[in-house]
Antibody
Framework: EVQLVESGGGLLQPGGSLRLSCAAS????????MSWVRQAPGKGLGWVSKISNSGGTTYYADSVKGRFTISRDNSKNTLYLQMNSLRAEDTAVYYCAKASDYGDFFDYWGQGTLVTVSS | DIQMTQSPSSLSASVGDRVTITCRAS??????LAWYQQKPGKAPKLLLYAASRLKSGVPSRFSGSGSGTDYTLTISSLQPEDFATYYC?????????FGQGTKVEIK
């Protein structure tokens, strides 16, 4: 059974930093691209970042480019999102999501972790 | 970036109704479209991909169609467990972009 379990969310002040983790199991982690998707309270879904299966290629939404860094450790089956210079508008539930065999959509999602940026 | 516009943003329907949600892309996406269902407090779940392919285990009352820029999700006979928010997503190009969502509520 595929499982994605996020952790690392919390409450922090603007300008702060946080690292999210996503522990994967039930599939060959190193074979799949992974993404982070976020959802602000009461709002829709927004793609944040993607990393190739090897970790060699990364992509970012313009809103987080230069502030967030996606990475992965295939030996630990874990995906990361390093978030720096956080802003109030980064407040959201952050989901990790697994890319499908059939295209760059998401066939499995984690339960999400809440990041709140507030003074 | 490709913009995805869903309509309606919300709808009220009764159990047994046929429901259709539309999604329009700002440019052609060659059927690279997925649909997700999200219930309050839960992660989204994949329903369909490639515009019309049902994910294994998803009830057959869900179907998708479309081409080019215009796509639809149809629920043939709405069930109580289908009341949720539905999102389309294009994966033709990065950044993958989502529609703003359609909330399906009980009439």
């Amino acid at each position: 059974e595929v499982q994605l379990v996020e952790s690392g969310g919390g409450l922090l002040q603007p300008g702060g930093s946080l690292r999210l983790s996503c522990a994967a199991s039930g599939f060959t982690f190193s074979s799949y691209a992974m993404s982070w998707v976020r959802q602000a309270p009461g709002k829709g879904l927004g793609w944040v970042s993607k990393i190739s299966n090897s970790g060699g290629t990364t992509y970012y939404a313009d809103s987080v480019k230069g502030r967030f860094t996606i990475s992965r450790d295939n030996s630990k089956n874990t995906l990361y999102l390093q978030m720096n210079s956080l802003r109030a508008e980064d407040t959201a539930v952050y989901y990790c999501a697994k890319a499908s065999d059939y295209g760059d959509f998401f066939d499995y999602w984690g339960q999400g972790t809440l990041v709140t940026v507030s003074s | 970036d490709i913009q995805m516009t869903q309509s309606p943003s919300s709808l009220s329907a009764s159990v047994g109704d046929r429901v259709t949600i539309t999604c329009r892309a700002s440019q052609g996406i060659s059927n690279s479209l997925a649909w997700y269902q999200q219930k309050p407090g839960k992660a989204p779940k994949l329903l369909l991909y490639a515009a019309s392919r049902l994910k294994s285990g998803v009830p057959s009352r869900f179907s998708g169609s479309g081409s080019g820029t215009d796509y639809t999700l149809t629920i043939s006979s709405l069930q109580p467990e289908d009341f949720a928010t539905y999102y389309c997503q294009q994966y033709y190009s990065t950044p993958q972009t989502f529609g703003q969502g359609t909330k399906v509520e009980i009439k």
